[in-house]
């Protein structure tokens, strides 16, 4: 089978540059957005994504503030930080980088974050947004959203496809479950306790898997010509970067697949300034 590999890192190059565009057009009207980046503690895995973060920022000429608290900071203090950036308006996007110390109520941290500024879309009105259909005039989600980007720019289909999602989390497969029920596909959302995963997922023409389990999804459980797009991030016993997806196995059945890196990741990352720069964007047109 002619597979092709849905180059994440080319599609969010090519974003990229049309944000850039956009960012350069608002300065010209004096708007420059702004990313706010919370980290709390010394998540030696969450430092390497804030770092690409305001990297991704630096490229596309977002401005980034990134506030490191120490481990044992308490709630209110993070929250006080969080009131200070709501009310900034060289802010348009405020992230705080998950997960947070167990002493630290997340849910009451993302509450706390102006919904217009909830660029993670994490918040539940943004949320509940997206569950009414309303999702694209408002925030959409990054990693949910860099998932239908890519099948989008990959000429993928969605419309009244069978979609399985393997992984049911806040982050990713409940929010892509909704999207793809929006964009109208017919979806099947799986998880640790299903029966007859492999089943479910030869049912699928586009198999997704977000689950944090390196090899889980093999050939066996994919359905020839199927797009499989692979969410998971997992270190190999090489200390390697790998997908959840046998990708080399996989990729000879598969129509389409995302590698691992260089897939989905990207586009996350992407998406975060889109929904940064859109922020930006209507809070110019609310002035002019
Ligand atoms: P999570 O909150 O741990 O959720 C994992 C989901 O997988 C849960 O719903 C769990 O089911 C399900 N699951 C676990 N074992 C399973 C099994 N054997 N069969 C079927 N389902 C199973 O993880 P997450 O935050 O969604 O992240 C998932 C993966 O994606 C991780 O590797 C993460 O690093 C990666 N990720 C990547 C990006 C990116 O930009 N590339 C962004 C976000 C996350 P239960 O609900 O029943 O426990």
Known sequence: MDTKILDGKKIAQELKTEIKSEVLRLKEKGIVPGLAVIIVGEDSASKIYVKNKKRACEEVGI?????????????????KLITKLNKDETISGILVQLPLPKHIDKEKIILAIDLKKDVDCFHPENIGKIFLGLGQEFFLPCTPAGILEILKRSEIEIIGKDVVIVGRSNIVGKPLALMMINAGATVTVCNSKTKNLKEKCLGADILISAVGHAGLITADMVKQGAAVVDVGMNRNNEGKLVGDVDFSEVSKIASAITPVPGGVGPMTVVELLKNTVKSAKDFADKLS
């Open 63 to 79: 401005s980034s503030e990134v506030y490191e608290l120490e481990e044992k900071i308490s709630q209110e203090e993070i929250i």
